[in-house]
């Protein structure tokens, strides 16, 4: 079993949430919306407004987000979606559960105070200006930011 959390475009009601429900893709199971434990650079960068968690830690915000468990199947085809590593890199997160979601017996449920690590999608390989583009806690593609999110 492993956990991974999503922040952007893989979330519930964004544009590429459709890829964690594709059953011939591999299998994912919504366990709880979470929010980082530090704090992250979420921005919006790239020629299709592509949302981004610039691996430093202590800058920017706590960014929102959704954890599943997902296979090993999901997280390859993940991995080369998310065009890791040169675009993103897989890292382990450190999140603070806000609402379970799962089932009421998981053992994930009773870990200390509501803390789980994760793998999740953030990059080193971002641009210099990218740190100081607007700093996001909540990824929306409609936000009122109105950088519409371009499919490749
Ligand atoms: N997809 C991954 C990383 C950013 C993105 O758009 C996610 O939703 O977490």
Redo the contacts with the bound molecule.
């Keep these: 079993m492993t956990l991974?959390?999503?922040?952007?475009?893989?979330?519930r009601g964004?544009?590429?949430h459709a890829l964690m429900l594709d059953r011939s893709l591999g299998a994912a199971q919504l366990l709880a919306t979470a929010v980082t434990t530090e704090t992250f650079p979420l921005v919006i960068a790239g020629e299709r407004n592509?949302?981004?968690?610039l691996n430093l830690p202590g800058r920017g915000r706590r960014v929102h987000?959704e954890l599943y468990r997902v296979d090993e199947r999901l997280l390859s085809f993940?991995d080369v979606?998310?065009d890791t590593p040169a675009l993103?890199q897989r890292t382990t997160l450190t999140l603070t559960v806000k609402e379970w979601l799962g089932r009421a017996d998981d053992e994930q449920k009773t870990a200390a105070g509501g803390v789980v690590e994760a793998f999740?999608?953030?990059t080193g390989t971002y641009r210099p200006d990218w740190p100081s583009l607007p700093h996001r806690d909540n990824?929306d593609c409609r936000g009122d930011h109105g950088l519409e999110?371009v499919r490749k």
């Design positions: 991974l959390f999503v922040y952007g475009t893989l979330k964004q544009p590429n592509v949302p981004f968690l987000g993940m979606f998310e993103y999740g999608y953030s990824y999110y």
